[in-house]
């Protein structure tokens, strides 16, 4: 039996119909065609669709969407730097080369903001931390690692 739940996604509040089963990552993508959250395992061990709920990073295919009721959610298309531009994430992740395939770099990009947000002046360590729960197939982390660095420091945390 669907449900109607409203929340704000990326700043616009939302009403949809959802099904009692259906994960946050498939209404994102399934129903607002929102396709910068990813699906890869959906176990949660790959952290591809990691979006922010109430400023939490999550696993979006573990997440009901009916949790998601009266929650402000953020995806990669919400993220946003000053005056619209790029996050500082986002800029960070390109100058220092941390995409390669692109697959895993939207939840990447919303666990390092979340940790950011949370600490704003990580050590390399509680960066590797922090982004733990991500997986990525085609680096070592190196530039990934550095790219969040670098963040902290284009937005003068």
């Known amino acids: 039996m669907s449900q ?19 994960s946050l990552a498939y209404v994102l993508r399934e129903v607002l065609n929102l396709m910068g959250t990813k699906v890869g395992c959906e176990t949660g061990n790959c952290g591809t669709c990691t979006v922010l709920v109430d400023g939490m990073a999550i696993k979006s295919c573990l997440f009901l969407a009916v949790k998601a009721k009266g929650k ?14 790029l996050h500082p994430l986002q800029e960070a992740f390109m100058e220092h080369f941390a ?15 979340a940790l950011l947000d949370e600490n704003p002046n990580p050590t390399e360590e509680e960066v590797r931390r922090g982004l ?3 997986l990525c197939r085609c ?16 937005t003068g945390r």
Request: net charge neutral; glycine share 14%; proline share 3%.
């Open 139 to 154: 680096t070592g982390y190196v530039k990934i690692v550095e790219a969040v660095l670098a963040a902290k420091e284009m």
């Open 132 to 134: 733990s729960g991500n």
């Open 99 to 113: 995409v390669q395939c692109g697959y895993c770099t939207p939840g990447m990009i919303l666990a390092a903001k």
């Open 72 to 85: 402000e959610i953020v995806t990669i298309e919400g993220l946003k730097g000053k005056e619209g531009g």
């Open 4 to 22: 109607r739940i409203r929340f704000k996604i990326n700043g616009v509040m939302e009403e949809v119909s959802v099904e009692p089963g259906w």
